[in-house]
């Protein structure tokens, strides 16, 4: 029946975008959060031409850059000398180049725009305090089963439940994801105590053997969002435990002193334990598919997880109206359609992360084979992922 509602697992920005791009398609949908309330933890999300594409088809480009920033250029720099290594630059050629701007914004503030956009929808219902456990399909539907014994029933299920998906145990069945050895510490901080030293207007990643530090402002650029990742055998789950600042200063003792200058002024760091898994196939079982995380979760390098999840959500809405008669074609659809690009992303971030921590000779031929790019061959490098995205049927969800 056209009527029951599709059920998605998930209020994250995966699970979110997904409720919005299928409620403007005419979908019912309800959204089930586990936590207590929406939302989302602190720490930035750069957003590329590819999203933004994708957020003009959910009518939210204009509040998204509203409370976004948008850095002049990517940078990366040497940590140790500090000199330059690469510059891919953001202006105005850059937007000729790809049709659509680079943006980067506060988690909360992406999820935020997101979440107003589908409250505002008549087809949408949301639920807190809804943890999923399993899910039973037949012939006509999906029966979602929560903790405490409560049930859902809809035509249709997404789960959109991140890294540690338990609808993608039922669907897939692979156990954890892989520990990558990389910790992320994260913090943000007013601009007034931003060090002199440091760059405003652009995002800023300093490369060093098996570290990195990435900055870059927030919310109309009234905070700096700083990212620290180094190697370590550390394994918690979770996205938010507290982070040890002596630990942070020895990874980052060699480095320059307005790295550390920026580092010293943050006493509360959160930190998480960088996990991912290799693409792989099989999101789609009958009525029931992965998105988001949940299908693909990828290591932060490439920028793009938050990204690709709402690729998904579009490609979704899309391949549901090619498909109308057909759900589990159109799942199996979306699947084809989103599985190389979002496996380039996964395995493409893993190598960005070697690039970054790089030491000794391999340090070198990065910077060999970085140097003296022009502009337009720095943005060829990103062409296959800003570019796009492309599946049969664009648009076909309106
Ligand atoms: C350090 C770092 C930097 C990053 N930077 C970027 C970036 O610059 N750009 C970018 O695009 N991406 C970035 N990402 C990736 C991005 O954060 C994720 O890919 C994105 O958040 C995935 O969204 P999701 O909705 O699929 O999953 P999640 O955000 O994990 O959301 C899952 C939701 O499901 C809920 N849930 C879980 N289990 C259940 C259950 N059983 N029942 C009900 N609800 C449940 C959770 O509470 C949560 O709300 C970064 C990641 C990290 C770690």
């Known amino acids: ?125 949301l639920f807190t305090d809804h943890d999923a456990e399993g899910f039973a399909q037949d012939a006509a539907g999906v029966t979602l089963r929560f903790k405490g014994g409560k049930e859902a029933r809809g035509r249709a299920l997404i789960g959109a439940d991140g890294l540690w998906s338990r609808i993608r145990q039922q669907v897939i069945g692979d156990g ?33 053997p098996r570290i990195h530090l990435v900055h870059y ?19 918690s789950e979770g996205w938010n435990e507290s982070g040890d600042v002596a630990e942070l200063e020895r990874h980052f003792a060699g480095t320059r002193p307005e790295v550390r200058a920026l580092l010293a002024k943050i006493n509360a760091w959160k930190y998480w334990v960088l996990c991912w898994r290799e693409p792989r196939r099989g999101w789609s079982q009958g009525r029931v598919t992965l998105l988001g995380d949940a299908a693909h979760p990828t290591l932060q390098y490439l920028a793009q997880g938050a990204n690709q999840a709402i690729e998904d959500a579009v490609c979704l809405a899309d391949m549901l109206a090619a498909y109308a008669a057909d759900l589990p074609a159109a799942f199996r659809a979306y699947e084809d359609a989103r599985v190389l690009r979002t496996g380039r992303v996964q395995i493409m971030s893993k190598v960005y992360g070697e690039v970054f921590h790089a030491a000794h000779v391999t340090a070198e031929l990065r910077n060999a084979m970085l140097a003296n790019r022009t502009a337009e061959q720095a943005w060829d490098g990103m062409a296959w992922l800003y570019e796009g995205p492309v599946w049969p049927y664009y648009g076909a969800s309106g």
């Open 1 to 125: 029946m056209r009527d029951d509602p599709i059920l998605i697992v998930g209020g994250g920005i995966g699970g979110v975008g997904a409720g919005l791009a299928l409620a403007r398609a005419g979908h019912r949908v309800q959204v089930f959060e586990r936590s207590s309330a929406f939302g989302e933890i602190g720490a930035g999300i750069q957003l590329g031409p590819n999203v933004m594409r994708m957020f003009e088809r959910l009518g939210v480009k204009e509040a998204v850059l509203d409370i976004g920033f948008r850095p002049t250029a990517l940078v990366m720099r040497d940590a140790i000398q500090g000199f330059e290594i690469a510059r891919v630059p953001l202006g105005p050629g850059f937007e000729k180049r790809f049709g659509q701007p680079y943006a980067v914004i506060h988690r909360a503030d992406l999820h935020a725009v997101l979440l107003e956009a589908l409250k505002a929808e008549p087809n949408a219902e």
């Open 176 to 208: 954890k994801p892989i520990v990558s050895g990389h910790i992320a510490y994260r913090a943000v901080l007013p601009m007034e105590e931003v060090p002199e030293a440091i760059s405003r207007h652009e995002m800023t990643v300093w490369v060093g």
């Open 217 to 235: 402002r927030l919310r109309r650029g009234t905070l700096m969002n700083l990212v620290a990742v180094f190697h370590s055998d550390r394994y």
